[in-house]
């Protein structure tokens, strides 16, 4: 048949010279049909890569729109970048009280109040503490241990000259002297370092590194006042430690031991007890040490712990800068108690307008301190450094009995 090929022939057998002749004419009109078909298919693809310009030949495309926008004008070189909002700003409306912690400025409002008033202070804190006087040695001569504090030049006192600068404030005032520092490191790191710089900090003079341990102490901000060891009343049951100064000892050996005292460091502006309940009752023991303590620029603070204590009728005779704590904060050491004395002691500088209370280093204490002072100002009430009831301020209660 003429469809026969090559392909359809049975296996060992050969075609005729007509039979060949056959197969050819009937494949040409075939191959004529698929040659031409394959050119118009070439033709076709040329002319459509021509005039569509796909380079990718078939390849999947995809296709985005690009929205053009300006460029946003360039801000001129010589103003500042705004600063950044703070995380806790930017999260969206808060409450006033949520707003002021988180920028840190204080807001006080008429009346001392929380709701708004009709006048709203706004007080912004300073960048940092006031910095206190560099130690001066023309206020120190060398003793028998060391350096101990002296009256300058014009009777310049170390009182004057190392105290915080007075803030010059008026209105309800608290002085807080917190004692026992220095001995634990713990706790004196921690006081430093969580309690405002309005607070005096008194050393006792039995810790290690006390030089510098008080100049840390001094760079935040806060007075430093020296404890000096003196008796009780059940000595030598209770004993403060060496170098107590004795109600029966010679007064050169009192001297002798005040002056052990102040030689632990410098840069103190006065001397506080110790213990010394007995001490601080008995004028013949006693009044020759604050004769020393003033005759050196110094003042003295009763710690308010003993009720026998006469350093108010001694100051006024010797003239010595002196105070006395009216309330100790922590005499019931439970944070309830302590607490409660700190609201007393709110109480007290409303009516009166200065109070100086006391308090020890305990791990607590200073806790229940930081916690209370941190809205002490929108309650209408300030902190100031224990040298304002010693040397005395326009406008405040004097809670020394005489200044010289």
Same mark, same amino acid.
Not at 129 to 155: I, M, Q, S
């Given at each position: 048949?003429?469809?026969?090929?090559?392909?359809?022939?049975?296996?060992?057998?050969?075609?005729?010279?007509?039979?060949?002749?056959?197969?050819?004419?009937?494949?040409?009109?075939?191959?004529?049909?698929?040659?031409?078909?394959?050119?118009?298919?070439?033709?076709?693809?040329?002319?459509?890569?021509?005039?569509?310009?796909?380079?990718?030949?078939?390849?999947?495309?995809?296709?985005?729109?690009? =929205?053009?926008?300006?460029? !946003? /004008?360039?801000?001129?070189?010589?103003?500042?970048? %705004?600063?950044?909002? @703070?995380? #806790? &700003? *930017?999260?969206?409306?808060?409450?006033?009280?949520?707003?002021?912690?988180?920028?840190?400025?204080?807001?006080?409002? =008429?009346?001392?109040?929380? !709701? /708004?008033?009709?006048?709203?202070?706004?007080?912004? %804190?300073?960048?940092? @503490?006031? #910095? &206190? *006087?560099?130690?001066?040695?023309?206020?120190?001569?060398?003793?028998?241990?060391?350096?101990?504090?002296?009256?300058?030049?014009?009777?310049?006192?170390?009182?004057?000259?190392?105290?915080?600068?007075?803030?010059?404030?008026?209105? @309800?005032?608290?002085?807080?002297?917190?004692?026992?520092?220095?001995?634990?490191?713990?706790?004196?790191?921690?006081?430093?370092?969580?309690?405002?710089?309005?607070?005096?900090?008194?050393?006792?003079?039995?810790?290690?590194?006390?030089?510098?341990?008080?100049?840390?102490?001094?760079?935040?901000?806060?007075?430093?006042?020296?404890?000096?060891?003196?008796?009780?009343?059940?000595?030598?049951?209770?004993?403060?430690?060496?170098?107590?100064?004795l109600t029966a000892a010679r007064l050169p050996e009192n001297i002798d031991r005040l002056s052990w005292a102040?030689?632990?460091?410098?840069?103190?502006?006065?001397?506080?007890?110790?213990?010394?309940?007995?001490?601080?009752?008995?004028?013949?023991?006693?009044?020759?040490?604050?004769?020393?303590?003033?005759?050196?620029?110094?003042?003295?603070?009763?710690?308010?712990?003993?009720?026998?204590?006469?350093?108010?009728?001694?100051?006024?005779?010797?003239?010595?800068?002196?105070?006395?704590?009216?309330?100790?904060?922590?005499?019931?050491?439970?944070?309830?108690?302590?607490?409660?004395?700190?609201?007393?002691?709110?109480?007290?500088?409303?009516?009166?307008?200065?109070?100086?209370?006391?308090?020890?280093?305990?791990?607590?204490?200073?806790?229940?301190?930081?916690?209370?002072?941190?809205?002490?100002?929108?309650?209408?009430?300030?902190?100031?450094?224990?040298?304002?009831?010693?040397?005395?301020?326009?406008?405040?209660t004097r809670l020394s009995s005489a200044t010289p």
């Open positions: 048949m003429a469809s026969d090929d090559i392909l359809t022939q049975p296996l060992g057998t050969k075609r005729t010279s007509r039979e060949r002749l056959a197969a050819v004419t009937a494949l040409r009109p075939t191959s004529r049909i698929m040659g031409g078909a394959l050119v118009l298919s070439l033709v076709a693809g040329v002319s459509a890569l021509a005039v569509m310009g796909d380079p990718h030949g078939g390849e999947p495309v995809a296709v985005a729109a690009i =929205a053009l926008r300006e460029a !946003a /004008p360039a801000a001129p070189m010589a103003e500042k970048a %705004p600063e950044k909002i @703070p995380e #806790k &700003l *930017a999260a969206g409306p808060r409450s006033a009280d949520a707003v002021e912690t988180a920028s840190g400025v204080t807001v006080v409002r =008429a009346g001392g109040g929380q !709701a /708004p008033g009709d006048a709203v202070v706004i007080r912004v %804190p300073d960048a940092g @503490p006031p #910095k &206190l *006087a560099a130690l001066d040695p023309r206020l120190a001569e060398r003793g028998r241990y060391g350096n101990v504090p002296r009256l300058g030049d014009g009777r310049t006192r170390v009182l004057d000259v190392y105290a915080r600068p007075d803030p010059g404030v008026t209105g @309800p005032r608290i002085a807080i002297l917190m004692t026992g520092l220095g001995i634990g490191q713990a706790a004196t790191v921690s006081a430093i370092t969580k309690l405002p710089p309005e607070i005096s900090f008194a050393f006792a003079p039995y810790g290690s590194d006390l030089e510098r341990t008080v100049a840390r102490a001094r760079e935040a901000g806060h007075e430093a006042l020296l404890q000096v060891p003196m008796e009780p009343f059940d000595y030598p049951d209770s004993d403060p430690g060496p170098q107590t100064l102040m030689s632990r460091f410098a840069g103190f502006i006065g001397v506080v007890n110790y213990m010394g309940a007995k001490l601080t009752s008995e004028a013949a023991a006693f009044e020759p040490m604050l004769r020393e303590i003033a005759g050196r620029g110094l003042g003295y603070v009763d710690d308010g712990t003993s009720p026998r204590s006469i350093v108010t009728a001694l100051g006024a005779k010797v003239k010595v800068p002196n105070a006395r704590a009216e309330i100790v904060l922590d005499a019931l050491p439970r944070p309830e108690a302590i607490d409660r004395e700190l609201a007393r002691a709110e109480a007290q500088a409303r009516t009166k307008g200065l109070v100086l209370v006391s308090a020890t280093a305990m791990p607590m204490t200073i806790d229940r301190i930081a916690r209370w002072s941190r809205d002490l100002e929108a309650r209408g009430i300030r902190l100031v450094p224990v040298s304002v009831t010693l040397r005395g301020a326009p406008g405040t």
